[in-house]
């Protein structure tokens, strides 16, 4: 019979770095099985021998501790159903360097004066050093990471195709560690080995403060080449005090301010073997923690897609705009660069002006570049330019300005200073982000829900940098709150189990010790910088994804080590919050109740809490400042509730039943608090808004017999507001689902196809390519607020693929070793493609409505099966294979 194919390694595809000590392998079984029966691995020295198991995915390595810089070439083959199959084409993973001791390089740093060091932007610099090999060289592998972004040469030739390396990372505790196979690239004799690094996010413009040196205040390389020989011999070479470093053509380098460029310095043949060019000079040697440093558990960022421009316009003489037709985060290449001495100057935007030009006005920081009372020498970044790069040309034939030290959130480019004609053949739009494997894809009979699919997509691409960041311009932040709306909704179209896992290391090393969670990991807004803002750390809704993320996690990916690796974390989130409830109240409560009533214990009705972010129409300036005062207990108390759920949850699947027996006793005491507070004697809820109605029914807070009568009313406040939505950030996620999930799946539908704002297809009929921060974000006359690529709102397409497609997880099938599929048609939909990448294998349905027959066709992938429920409501159990199923309509 067939073979297992789509082997794995953790959650990546023949992993070369690998820190993880034992790491779990998967596969997918035969095409022509329905059921494993039993496994057998061999990888290295280890043989499992036959496992009667019908785990595939993630099953633990259990061989001999490995040893660094080993590679580790490993197969499997499986008893099914259908009989024993034939082993898999071998793949392989190889481990880094895995101890401290390992490393003889040394970090190194360029020596700069106190003016450069404090000032911003900085160049970039140079690294290099030349190398003696004899003409025995077997194989040789790279180790390199950096304080800041690097480019690694050997011999003049670009190191591999990741960009942004080593990535963001809390890097107090954590720095990646990337690894490359450099065998082709070294010559017997002479080899040049160099780097360029900048600044990026260890020391360059953070956040939406754009605040400088967080993480210290000079960047540094520590590089590593070691080389096999032929008789065994390892040949080690590594940064060090024989290194020497200057500057060069990048004159200045930020990932948020953009990056300078004079070709007229580049400096010829710095990275090939000869004699060494003129005016190097020694490096600082330093000494950082060895311990911290880690290898891959998600893929890198690449350059993913090129874009031709879809037109180019001169608003005014001697300005050009580019406009690419789609909004993406990343750069332009850019030829035609002029004669010697040209000098370019491109500003990134999202948005045109009522003349054609690009305009930034949009991308301005919340409440505080607008304040004029707000005058703080910590913050003039915030005047300095902005997504602008400039370059001057040398002059040379075939030249070419690609800055790869920065990136930008755009769709337009404006252009000074070209002489001549510019064309779309002369600017080509890269599109950066990380290279995930994609996994979802959704199309239906209307084509506006196809492009709101497509919007949300390109949104998640934008950003998906190395972390989940809120937007690609004026902030690029890991807020916690927009990963723990989107990343279920992220899971079906991408696989984001690395990119998570990754995310979440520096969430623990962050989390503080009494349990709170930062509103931005890794963190660019200190609780210094926080409190003198009007806010702090530790809000509802945003600090849950310490819990939320890894829950999602191993319901899309059967990842139960993400929870165990976990644990501690989601433990002390949902602690923090109980403390919270329990030891503090509300002003306003207290001046109300000068004695608290037994449920107030656990109302978490204290601190700093972002709430319902962005319901229409409530953008504020000031909004920071007055959501320091306001009572958000309605929704921490809710967000205290589901998190303490998914804890006692979690606990039985670990095995940890003392935990799970008190965080159910939490659930069901938060959740009666709730009761108590915020339903009156008429079984109506005291918050009488769309969000707090839609968090009631999807946290289940609501008692069973409420239930109908609060989706009633949900509804009436939908008809009231003209059959529109209210809802903001936390629970638009769930609103057209719990319409869906009560019975009033026509209105899911009028909301989803609703034209006029607030609404999704506003966003689609005003050329959004990337989903709007604000409802708002576009107006009829093209006036543009707040970010045009958010991807919160975004995660209206989790009802695509849940409820128009019909593919639903279940809670006792992770990683969709179970699932059902059932279809919601309506919005006059004619027909629906929904396809997903499982761990298992793809998994498709597809259905369409022909003369009032509903014909639905559905692939279930080998190892898995699913329940199918039609319509009309008959249900049926389809095992592996293709299967058509129709009913009437």
């Not at 960022?301 to 037709?325: K, N, S, Y």
């Not at 997504?387 to 002059?395: E, I, K, L, N, R």
């Not at 935990?659 to 009761?675: C, K, P």
């Not at 629906?832 to 003369?851: C, F, M, V």
């Amino acid at each position: 019979m067939n073979a297992p194919t789509h082997l794995r390694v953790e959650h990546l595809d023949q992993p070369i770095g690998l820190t993880c000590r034992n790491p779990r392998l998967s596969w997918r079984l035969p095409a022509d099985a329905r059921e494993q029966l039993a496994y057998q691995v061999r990888a290295g020295e280890w043989d499992s021998g036959k496992v009667e198991s019908s785990s595939s995915v993630l099953v633990p390595y259990r061989g001999r501790a490995l040893d660094s810089a080993e590679r580790v070439h490993w197969t499997v083959r499986v008893w099914t159903d259908a009989g024993v199959s034939d082993w898999a084409e071998p793949s392989w993973w190889e481990t880094g360097l895995l101890s401290p001791e390992d490393w003889t390089a040394r970090w190194i740093e360029p020596l700069e004066d106190d003016h450069v060091r404090h000032s911003t932007p900085r160049p970039a610099y140079l690294f290099r050093h030349v190398v003696t090999l004899e003409d025995t060289i077997d194989s040789a592998r790279l180790y390199v990471t950096a304080h800041g972004i690097y480019e690694v040469f050997i011999n003049g030739v670009r190191v591999g195709d990741a960009e942004l390396t080593p990535g963001f990372t809390s890097y107090p505790t954590t720095l990646q560690v990337q690894t490359y196979d450099v065998t082709e690239l070294l010559l017997p004799g002479e080899n040049a080995i160099g780097a360029i690094v900048s600044d990026g996010w260890f020391r360059g413009q953070n956040g939406g403060l754009r605040l400088t040196n967080l993480y210290g205040d000079s960047i540094a390389l520590l590089a590593q080449l070691n080389v096999h020989h032929t008789d065994g011999l390892v040949t080690s070479v590594g940064t060090g005090p024989d290194w020497t470093c200057r500057t060069g053509e990048i004159k200045a380098a930020d990932l948020i301010q953009g990056q300078a460029v004079d070709l007229r310095r580049r400096i010829n043949g710095w990275c090939t073997p000869g004699a060494a060019p003129e005016g190097w000079s020694p490096v600082v040697v330093g000494e950082y923690d060895l311990e911290r440093l880690r290898g891959p558990s998600a893929p890198p960022v690449r350059r993913v897609e090129e874009i031709r421009p879809v037109e180019i316009t001169e608003p005014r003489p001697g300005v050009r705009v580019v406009d690419l037709g789609q909004n993406i985060n990343g750069w332009v290449r850019m030829t035609n660069l002029g004669p010697a001495g040209t000098r370019l100057t491109l500003t990134y935007g999202e948005a045109l002006d009522a003349y054609g030009d690009v305009t930034q006005e949009n991308m301005l920081v919340v409440g505080i570049e607008t304040d004029p009372t707000f005058d703080d020498p910590e913050f003039a970044n915030l005047s300095a330019p902005f997504q602008t790069d400039q370059v001057t040309s040398a002059g040379e034939p075939g030249e070419t300005f690609e800055p790869r030290h920065t990136t930008h959130g755009f769709r337009y480019v404006r252009v000074e200073g070209h002489q001549g004609e510019l064309t779309p053949d002369d600017v080509t739009g890269v599109v950066v982000h990380t290279d995930m494997r994609r996994t979802g894809w959704f199309e239906c009979s209307d084509d506006r829900l196809n492009r709101l699919h497509e919007a949300a997509v390109w949104s998640f691409r934008g950003n998906a940098c190395d972390i989940p960041t809120d937007c690609p311009t004026r902030e690029r932040a890991g807020w916690t709150g927009d990963w723990q709306i989107f990343v279920g909704a992220a899971a079906f179209i991408y696989d984001v189990a690395g990119f998570s896992t990754k995310w979440l290391y520096d969430l623990v090393s962050e989390q503080r010790g009494d349990g709170r969670v930062s509103s931005c990991v890794p963190e660019t807004i200190s609780s210094w910088y926080a409190n003198k803002l009007g806010f702090a750390h530790g809000s509802a809704g945003w600090g849950d994804a310490a819990v939320v993320v890894p829950w999602e996690i191993y319901r899309a990916y059967g990842d139960v080590g993400i929870l165990a690796e976990q644990y501690d974390s989601m433990m002390a989130w949902v602690d923090y919050g109980v403390r919270a409830a329990n030891e503090r109240r509300h002003e306003d409560r207290v001046a109300k109740r000068v004695t608290p009533l037994d449920h107030e214990r656990w109302l978490w009705d204290t601190g700093y809490h972002w709430g319902e972010w962005l319901e229409p129409d409530t953008w504020d300036p000031g909004i920071m400042a007055k959501l320091a005062d306001t009572d958000h207990s309605e929704v921490a108390t809710a967000y205290l509730h589901r998190s303490a759920r998914l804890l006692a949850e979690t606990s039985l699947l670990l095995d940890e039943y003392e935990y799970a027996g008190w965080y159910a006793g939490v659930a069901a005491a938060t959740r009666l608090a709730w009761q108590t507070e915020f339903i009156d004697a008429s079984g109506s809820l005291v918050v009488d808004s769309q969000a707090s109605h839609v968090r009631a029914l999807a946290f289940d807070l609501v008692p069973e017999k409420l239930r109908a009568q609060t989706a009633r009313r949900l509804v009436d406040l939908i008809r009231k507001s003209g059959t529109h939505l209210t809802t903001g950030f936390l629970s638009t996620p769930y609103l057209l689902p719990v319409l869906a999930e009560t019975g009033y799946p026509n209105v899911a539908y009028e909301l989803l196809f609703q034209s006029t704002e607030p609404s999704w297809l506003t966003m689609i009929d005003r050329d959004a390519t990337t989903i709007w921060e604000d409802w708002g974000g576009v107006d009829e006359n093209g006036y543009a607020l707040l970010s045009l690529n958010h991807y919160s709102k975004g995660a209206v397409i989790s009802f695509l693929h849940r409820y128009v497609g019909g593919i639903k997880l279940l809670d006792d099938g992770p990683g969709y070793c179970r699932f059902e599929i059932s279809p919601m048609p309506g919005g006059g939909l004619t027909w629906a493609n929904t396809q997903h990448e499982s761990p298992y294998g793809l998994l498709r349905s597809g259905w369409q409505i022909d003369d009032g027959t509903f014909v639905l066709d559905i692939t279930v992938p080998p190892g898995t099966n699913a329940r199918v429920v039609l319509p009309d409501g008959q249900t049926f159990e389809a095992e592996p294979g293709q299967a058509r199923y129709t009913c009437a309509i």
